[in-house]
């Protein structure tokens, strides 16, 4: 049974910065693309970033290009997100998901096929 935790997640103000991290069980982690999304109350699903086998292969939204950075730890089977310069527009439950290295369309949810349950973040003013 594959399964994907989040952790990290917490109340922070604009500005600062949070590591969240999801840990996975249950399937060959090093391959599969790790990517992370978020889903703010009363809003759709958005992608924020994947990375492949390594960081050197990496996809940021716009929105978050520059602030956020993904990295991974294979042995660990853990994925990472670093995120910096937070804004109040970050506030959001920020989920992990799974999917196969190759292919396109990074940044559609339905391409991913295992996903966390989520962490809330919330950035106040």
């Known amino acids: 049974q594959v399964q994907l935790v989040e952790s990290g997640g917490g109340l922070v103000q604009a500005g600062g910065s949070l590591r969240l991290s999801c840990t996975a069980s249950?399937?060959?982690?090093?391959?599969?693309?790790m990517g992370w999304f978020r889903q703010a109350a009363g809003k759709e699903r958005e992608f924020v970033g994947v990375?492949?086998?390594?960081?050197?292969?990496?996809h940021y939204a716009n929105s978050v290009k520059g602030r956020f950075t993904i990295s991974r730890d294979n042995a660990k089977n853990t994925v990472y997100l670093q995120m910096n310069s937070l804004r109040p527009e970050d506030t959001a439950v920020y989920l992990c998901a799974a999917r196969s290295l190759y292919g396109t369309h990074w940044f559609e949810a339905q391409n991913y096929d295992y996903w966390g349950q989520g962490t809330q973040v919330t950035v106040s003013t």
């Open positions: 249950g399937l060959n982690f090093s391959t599969y693309a």
């Open positions: 990375v492949r086998w390594s960081y050197t292969f990496t």
